[in-house]
């Protein structure tokens, strides 16, 4: 079995190291220079990427250490999209500043290449980039401009698709597509998702993969993925628990993700009731085809809860594999 | 006090430079307790002062003694522990608690500071609280069986520090709820909760709602148990007022109106403001609505708090003028 992380990871330290949290706050001030901010980015990139070695993991993000959301890199590369006022992000105490379109997207790109190519250098672990997927970016997003769904949702696409390949040839190892919205939504019309996902991960040069996560209907999606040139879904089996049976009866044609560490609650895991959980998953779909992570990005923990919690994922492998062995 | 449109603020300012430089130094152990009460004394009389400059007519002690709305009490009561720092957006942290044990509390934790700012004005000067709901919800859950016995345990707290209050002489005792959208599914819990925290209270009682998926709990929402209902609307320019017009504004009900965007450094028009008052006029009587910024002010400097809230006053001011009450 493998193990991953997910997408944020915080940004300050639990002890002592490079706090991004304390250089903006210099930065604001007037006492921090752009090079030193510029530094503690990548100093506390590195501390993340460090612990993923040191842990074991498998798969990793740079822990989004530059990005104040989820949105924040469509916002930078992309025309006429523009940060706005805060909201919360779904069910959690967090907030994204919604982007605002304006005019026709029109792709610039430039700066997730540039933050994931630095990423990449500085991890000995393989790097995956997480991006918001088509549903949660128009979910979550206001359109000042189209005024028809479906003609932004056409440019929509072609951004992200661009964006996706931007990460091309600099050794990224996958690109997640985020799709929270979707999991949160069983009503939507399959035959549209599957449609709308088809045309998003066609023609790509990386390997792809979907993350459904803070819904209870993740695993309602599973059958309408299984066509899609997908390496991945991971899946959250936290708030949707019918995700492990759904992997534990089924045989599907991606590798499974189980997202079976809670990332929005401190209490830890206990590693040998996951490795009960895990056992028959495993069996159904094969040792090297099933990843744990956590639910989501780790940024909603404190830090050094976060980091409890990427070790717990290899706690949870070592219990697997005395279950597996037994 | 003028006879309609009633002005007031939602809760925080931002904290001087000396009460900072204070609260530091308190948590380094350099000072004593007293001498940083001393400091966020002094705080309250420039907070009290500049409501009084500007005409306010309903002042707020501005929480000089609150570092966050919810770890404030979670510092004091029983059952919690402190975490560190996890970060809600931008360059804003929060330490968010952890509930690891029965929640229980003395009774009167935030009466000495209402005591002392109202001792300083003839105004009247809002006894500040957090709801059950929205302590639960930003807090992490390390002990409770489900959230409901961890909310219900919450009110009634809640609800001892509101008598508390209002035996100390307080007449409006406002009750923030700003998570009270997270879960549209939960608003009945949250109505519930709410109903024990207002039991038996004679003081005029407010609860203060932001962040808020407002169309997923209205008209709902007016059935939570206050008399006043405080909401954000400048942040997504008035929107909010298009949802609450489709619906009869309660007769029994008072409307306190968001329209500065307290995230925004930007200063909003005049026009702008006027413009979302005269809106909200079509279906609030002047005598039930009541003005403020859309939130807390303590994320803003203490100039923007003030170029915020002087600009309020002055669209207030010409609004009163035009219908002819001032």
Redesign the interface.
Known sequence: MKIAVQGSY???P?GAGAS??TQ??RF?RGVGSPKDLDQTYREATRRMLNLADEVGLDLTTDGQIRW??LFDPIVRDVDNVYSE????LF?N?????HPVIRGRLAFQGGTLRYWSEQSVAMSKVPLKVALPGPFTFMGLSEDQSYHQSDRLLQDLLAVLKLERESLAGIGVAEVQWDEPSLSRDRALDKGYVKEVLATLTAEASLPQSVALFWGQGAHAWLEALADLPLRTVYLDAVADPAVIPALAETEWPFAVGVGAIDAR???LESPSDLARQLEPIIRRQGNDRVILHPTSGL???????AEAKVRRLAEVRAAVLGTTKS | MSQILKTTSVGSFPKPAQLVEARIRFRKGEISRAQLAEAERNATKAVIQLQEDLGIDILVHGEMERGDMVAYFAETWQGFEESLPVRSYGNRYYRKPIVVGTVGAKRGLTVDSWRQAQALTKKPVKGMLTGPYTICDWSFNAFYPDRRSLILDLAAIVHEEALALQEAGAHYIQIDEPAISTRPEELDLAIEAMAVVTDGLTAHTISHICYGDFETIYPRLLDLPVDQLDLEAANQGFQLLDLIQAYQWPKQKELALGVVDVHSHSLESVAAVKQGIYKALETVPADRLYIDPDCGLKTRTWEESEGKLRLMMEAVNEVRQELGSS
């Open positions: 915080p940004k300050i639990s991004v949290r903006i706050q604001d104040n959301d006022g805060l909201l919360r069910d105490n967090f907030y994204y500043r609650n401190v209490r940024e909603l923990l404190p830090p050094d809860r």
